[in-house]
């Protein structure tokens, strides 16, 4: 009887805090950049499912391809001259993205 109870004990724990720890949606990805629009201090990659062989969304706190494909992806890494995105299209886009607090995708540079 006491194990029932520790377990359900455990198991409402677990699920009350993977409830309230979504604080920053992410998911991992591999996706070729179809688009690119300059942003201040940035650029916005647009990117097609058809060119998203792998997108894989965080268990517990999941971004999702359609919001990623409407939206596009943040990358907040410019050239040396200040004025081009540092990938172009064509360009393979692979690594972490996640929605940052105020709102936008962004790309989180991993191999680079």
């Not at 991992?28 to 300059?38: A, G, K, N």
């Not at 596009?72 to 692979?94: H, T």
Request: negative net charge; hydrophobic residues 45%; contains cysteine.
């Amino acid at each position: 009887m006491k194990m029932k109870i520790f377990f359900t004990l455990v198991l409402l724990i677990n699920i009350h805090s993977s409830v309230f720890a979504c604080e920053q949606p992410e998911a991992q990805i591999i996706s070729t950049i179809v688009e690119l629009e300059m942003a201040p201090i940035g650029c916005v990659a647009r990117l097609k499912s058809e060119s998203t062989p792998f997108f894989r969304s965080n268990q517990i706190c999941p971004l999702y391809l359609a919001e990623v494909l409407s939206e596009g992806v943040f990358i907040n890494e410019l050239n040396e001259n200040g004025k081009e995105c540092r990938l172009a299209k064509g360009d393979d886009l692979s690594g972490i993205i996640y929605r940052d607090v105020s709102g936008k995708i962004v790309f989180e540079w991993l191999n680079f």
